[in-house]
């Protein structure tokens, strides 16, 4: 672990690798081998510092060498562990239980209260992971995290704003259809619109309520959270 010297050719022998995923806003990724992902980017900024590739740990791919450009040293990219789970981009899998996933997500918690002083920018949907084969939430793209005090408060609320939003747009889209427009869900679904953090075990819980109470549902996975009379 640590800094790495490449050239042109380094760079150019890295991208003839298979490519993870698509290529995003900063750069693309490649595989080095199974368990190794390289991240090369598009432009070599002046200021960009890649922190924290002295941490290891099994569910956020932190940085492990930072390849730094010969001619000019600057930060051409960086390896990290391979990461396996699924986004959800367009909602959580029908067939996550609800249990599982609120397990995993204080799991997850648990972690970021580990790292309170590191800020974890560009935390969104695009960069959380879900591995249903280990019921656990995995972060990526953790280049741009830089040291902060105690901002494990403001990463928390990112991480509900993401996976609240998830529910309510794809899992749970039928609460902003609902006649009643004065209950605790409708109430916690305006709040979510309005851009406010919203905690995500608050929703699944006032979710699970509102279906059992309303439409005799006990929601066991997440296809439960749409009663029928909403789906088509």
């Keep these: 672990m640590g800094k790495v010297l490449v050239d042109f050719q380094d760079i150019e022998n890295y991208k003839k690798g298979n490519k993870c995923g698509r290529p995003g806003i900063e750069g693309a990724c490649y595989f080095l ?3 190794t992902l390289v ?9 960009r510092i890649t922190h924290f ?18 001619d000019t040293n600057l930060e051409a990219g960086y390896t990290m562990k391979y990461l396996q789970g699924e986004k959800f981009l367009c909602g959580f899998s029908d067939k996550i239980l609800i249990s599982d996933l609120k397990k ?21 949907l695009v960069n959380i992971m879900y591995s249903k084969t280990e019921n656990k ?16 408060i403001e990463n928390l609320k990112q991480l509900d704003l993401c996976l609240s939003y998830a529910i309510f747009k ?15 869900l409708f109430d916690l679904y305006k709040w979510h619109k309005l851009g406010h953090t919203t905690p995500f075990l608050e929703v ?11 439409y005799g549902v006990k929601a066991k996975n997440i296809a439960d959270l749409t009663p029928k009379i909403y789906k088509i």
């Design 53 to 70: 590739s002295d941490i290891i740990d099994s569910d956020i791919a932190f940085p492990i060498d930072i390849l730094l450009y010969e």
């Design 204 to 214: 699944l819980e006032v979710l699970e309520k509102e279906l059992n109470e309303k």
């Design 137 to 152: 939430f995995k972060l990526i793209d953790t280049d741009q995290w830089y040291t902060c005090y105690n901002s494990n």
């Design 170 to 184: 794809y899992n749970a889209s039928w609460v902003s259809l609902s006649d009643d427009k004065s209950d605790q």
């Design 104 to 124: 995993a997500y204080l799991d997850l918690k648990k972690k970021i209260e580990l790292y309170r002083d590191i800020y974890m920018q560009d935390m969104s």
């Design 33 to 35: 081998d199974k368990e």
């Design 39 to 47: 991240k090369i980017y598009h432009v070599f900024y002046k200021n």
